[in-house]
């Protein structure tokens, strides 16, 4: 139908099929984008949306379908059903790469269970078939020694032939008799037969067929008498092979024949499951969701958006509510230009087509079900037609007004310009009533203010504008309901750089010519801008609140997956410690029943008990690190340096070591003085180990400063490597250094100390 393109090419959906093609990942997912059309009925959007939604399901799930980047075999399939055909070798790997395909799709459907499950035993590939073809061609599509008995007897025969031939030749040119005979001791091809390079000088030497000439004239190829008979039987050998292979291909193009149908159902499906796929790609390009589509024909839109203006400017784009259908069925916006009158429109149309085709919309709350889309957008003059602006746009509305109903949506842009305003208001009011008492859902924008007085005092009709900064001169892009937005023409003008006289001009004359009314509804606006900016708020806050509890929920459900996958994982492990505990259980009564070593068996089963035991956390608290007290059995003064409470011990620093103790021989004093360290910074000789530090036997602060002063040092001395000695222990000075080396800018490379220069108990740092 005319309106049908009309209204598609009005709203600039073409880039939206091109973006949503180019999200697909073979030719079959394009070809459903190209041909799906959104004037269906409700049933099949509701399906599409179905398919949409199970899919963002699996996505979710962790079941994504695969993407393979398929060829496009349609044709080979057609011919392969035809009688007597025959396709190639590469043909016939095609299409044993769409079987493979199938394959992967079924077994992704199969991952989750929903309704496109069932689609999988239509996407199982002919198994025969596929085995067929698999043992048949490598992957570039040659025939293999496996696709029959007789090819393999025939290939190995012609190996044998040739082998033969070649050994014959080979003997001939290595004949000392006639080695001055040969242009080069090669063996080559000519006319499919083995033949030898004979310089022309000795024509006629030996006796043999002349099959060519090198383009210089100096050399023959010819075929010795001798080596005929191999020729031929060599040529036989091929023939046999080439008919066989013939044979293959064609038993092999009509078993594809045969289950051509099933494989394009398969490739229909396919081409739906990755168009959907490619879609909601599309969709999360543009920050869409899924939405909802009612059987009437009304709409009720939340934080509404253009998908193409989303694309562009993510995050940038401003919402706004629209709603339209029941009691009020027609919404007149005002504003002035560039303020998004237009895009508003675009975008209600464009989140309509969106959703008839089964994808995500920019924009939340319920969409409509309209059987029929009228778009008047746009400047559609023809020089060639004799049409101008005017006389189009009224030829369009003539083609609007003789086919709208209660069913239909439509767009009018800047309805009643072109002509004198007075005129064109008249003819704008007129369409207006008119598809009002039709009662079609129509949103219209214009600047002229008879639209404006039309809106304010009809049934049945809102009005909205666009509204505008007028201290930045800038539009705000917001839709402010029971408002109508000034066109703010001369402010704009002004801030464009228009002459100021001209300017004082224009504006006088537009104060004296303003009518009463006007007055009267730019006090108003005031008043109701507050109103619309609480209303804005309180919306705003709504949704934020709806989308945090989709959000948490959407946590909350990630949590509780990951709850019970760690549940999983710890029974198991936990059951193969159990496992692994009573096999040794077993195996030291069984020790101890025999008696050879009832001792080694008694401490292997306190091992086993140990991780089994739970053991009773003491009544009082644990010391905290850093502090000071007296390791009992010493009765040493000494500082906790770390807290194991699983364990109920703490480590200490006693005489240059860190123990670990139980938290029992421990007593804290914070009154007590820990004593000075009697380790210090120390230098080996420098006969020795020149440029060493010894930091052994120091807290990590003490060792972290002498370590940074040593540096200091040696790149005022000029040293290129420092060697650090800080013992193996426990591996906290060696865990200090390292840090060190990382963070200070003068260390190169850090690295532990060949063994022979001690090793783990050494770090070398390369200064720069």
């Excluded at 543009?286 to 509404?304: K, T």
């Excluded at 201290?471 to 100021?500: D, F, N």
């Excluded at 060190?740 to 220069?757: I, K, L, T, Y």
């Amino acid at each position: 139908m005319p309106w049908q393109d009309s209204f598609w090419r009005a709203l600039d959906a073409d880039d939206i099929r091109a973006g949503w093609s180019r999200h697909c990942s073979h030719p079959y997912g394009r070809r459903y984008v190209a041909a799906i059309v959104p004037w269906v009925a409700c049933a099949e959007i509701q399906d599409r949306l179905a398919w949409s939604q199970c899919l963002s399901q699996r996505v979710t799930s962790g079941s994504p379908l695969p993407t393979p980047d398929l060829p496009d075999v349609d044709a080979l399939l057609d011919l392969a059903q035809r009688s007597g055909a025959g396709l190639s070798g590469r043909d016939l790997r095609a299409i044993f790469s769409i079987l493979i395909a199938q394959k992967a799709y079924a077994a992704a459907l199969r991952q989750t269970e929903d309704f496109l499950t069932t689609l999988a035993a239509d996407l199982d590939p002919p198994a025969m078939l596929s085995r067929s073809l698999g043992m048949a061609l490598d992957e570039e599509g040659e025939i293999l020694d496996t696709a029959s008995p007789d090819l393999a007897f025939l290939r190995q025969r012609l190996r044998t032939s040739r082998g033969e031939l070649q050994r014959f030749l080979q003997n001939v040119l290595r004949n000392p008799d006639w080695q001055e005979y040969w242009q080069d001791q090669v063996i080559v091809q000519r006319n499919d037969r083995y033949v030898l390079p004979l310089k022309a000088s000795h024509k006629g030497r030996i006796k043999a067929i002349v099959h060519d000439r090198s383009a210089s004239g100096e050399t023959l190829f010819v075929e010795p008498f001798a080596a005929v008979d191999l020729n031929n039987q060599l040529v036989q050998d091929r023939c046999a092979e080439m008919r066989e292979q013939e044979r293959i291909l064609r038993v092999l193009t009509a078993a594809v024949g045969e289950a051509a149908p099933g494989m394009i159902t398969a490739l229909r499906h396919i081409g739906r499951l990755d168009a959907v796929r490619a879609g909601l790609a599309l969709g999360n390009a543009y920050g869409g969701i899924l939405p909802r589509v009612d059987v009437v024909a009304a709409f009720d839109l939340h934080a509404l958006r253009h998908p193409l203006l989303c694309l562009r400017h993510p995050g940038q784009v401003v919402g706004n509510t629209v709603r339209l259908g029941g009691a009020v069925g027609q919404l007149v916006i005002t504003g002035p230009n560039t303020g998004g009158k237009t895009a508003l429109l675009k975008a209600v149309g464009l989140n309509h087509l969106l959703a008839y085709m089964g994808l995500p919309v920019t924009a939340e709350g319920t969409l409509g079900y309209f059987q029929k889309c009228f778009a008047v957008i746009g400047d559609a003059q023809d020089i060639h037609a004799d049409l101008s602006t005017f006389s189009a746009q009224v030829r369009r509305l003539i083609g609007v007004l003789e086919h709208a109903d209660a069913n239909s949506l439509v767009l009018l842009d800047e309805l009643g310009n072109g002509t004198d305003p007075r005129e064109g208001g008249a003819l704008a009011q007129a369409v207006a009533e008119t598809l009002l008492e039709m009662k079609a859902c129509t949103l219209l924008t214009s600047h002229l203010e008879v639209m404006t007085r039309y809106a304010l005092g009809r049934e049945g009709v809102a009005l909205a504008g666009m509204g505008f900064d007028a201290e930045r001169l800038a539009p705000t892009y917001r839709l402010q309901w029971g408002v109508g937005g000034a066109s703010h023409g001369l402010a704009i003008a002004r801030r464009e750089g228009m002459p100021a006289s001209l300017m004082t001009r224009a504006e006088v004359l537009h104060a004296s010519d303003r009518e009463d009314w006007a007055r009267w509804e730019a006090q108003r606006e005031g008043l109701l801008l507050a109103a619309q900016r609480a209303m804005e708020e309180a919306e705003r806050v709504g949704n934020e609140a709806a989308r945090s509890a989709r959000r948490l929920e959407h946590e909350l459900e990630a949590a509780r997956r990951e709850r019970d996958k760690a549940a999983t994982v710890a029974r198991a492990e936990w059951e193969g410690i159990l496992t692994a505990a009573r096999q040794q259980v077993r195996e030291t009564i069984t020790a101890l029943k025999s008696g050879r070593d009832t001792q080694a068996a008694s401490a292997t089963l306190q091992r086993l008990s140990a991780p089994f035991r739970v053991e009773e956390p003491p009544a009082n608290g644990l010391p905290a690190v850093g502090a000071k007290g007296l390791f009992l059995p010493l009765r040493q003064v000494t500082q906790v340096l770390r807290v194991d409470p699983a364990r109920q011990r703490v480590q200490i620093q006693l005489r240059g070591k860190q123990l670990w103790i139980p938290v029992a021989r421990f007593a804290v004093d914070a009154a007590l003085q820990l004593p000075k360290e009697q380790g210090g910074t120390r230098y080996a000789t420098p006969e020795d180990h020149p440029w060493r530090l010894d930091l052994r036997g120091q807290l990590r602060e003490d060792a972290w400063t002498a370590l940074r002063r040593h540096v200091d040092g040696a790149v005022a001395a000029g040293r290129q490597q420092v060697d650090i000695l800080h013992g193996k222990g426990n591996g906290v000075l060696a865990e200090m250094v390292r840090e060190f080396a990382e963070q200070d800018p003068r260390v190169s490379q850090w690295r532990m100390a060949r063994p022979e220069h001690g090793g783990g108990g050494v770090s070398e740092l390369e200064l720069r």
